[in-house]
């Protein structure tokens, strides 16, 4: 439930893609196997666009600043940062308004049901009735996000990670992370159209 935002953005226009996009970090094995071919194009493409992420030195230099006790999750966090910066600069990517995007999206989602897994669904309708996508234009909805994640990763490795506390690493550098975003969003666009050109 890392940058949903992003991966949705990066996707080619079809329900099924953009949900394998979305998804493919919680469908794994035989859940995966039995998924359609365009969510499983979806998944490539997410996996090419977190392999691109992880070695993107502005990424790095993101990871960095943040200064609290997360060894193991800076990622994670950076993911999500991301998408609030993404959100909030939103005009500066896409000429559709974000309002306009997320309602469409969730309109496609909702009139062409996927054979998702049961376990999942609770959480993609959440993400509409909620609408997780736009709320991450706002540093709330950053902090929820993060409640979101942090209880998932508690309840597989059984301790509290409290990632909501993180919101104050978003807030204390905000302009370094936004001048990182800024350097690093145009150039995995122009990843993804290679990608695109190339399939």
Sequence with gaps: MMNWLAHAFL???????????LL?????GKDRARMSEAFLRGVKRHQAIDSFTDGHPAVHRSRARIEGDYPHVRGVLVDIFYDHFLALDWDRYSAEPLEAFTASLYADIQ???TALPEQLRPAVEAMIAEDWLGSYRHPAGIETALRRVSARLSARVGRDFALEKAVSELLAHFDGLRADFAEFFPQLQAHVGRLSEAT
């Design 111 to 113: 009139s062409r049901p």
């Design 11 to 21: 996707s080619e226009p079809d329900t099924e893609f953009r949900l394998g996009n």
């Design 24 to 28: 493919a970090d919680l469908v794994k």
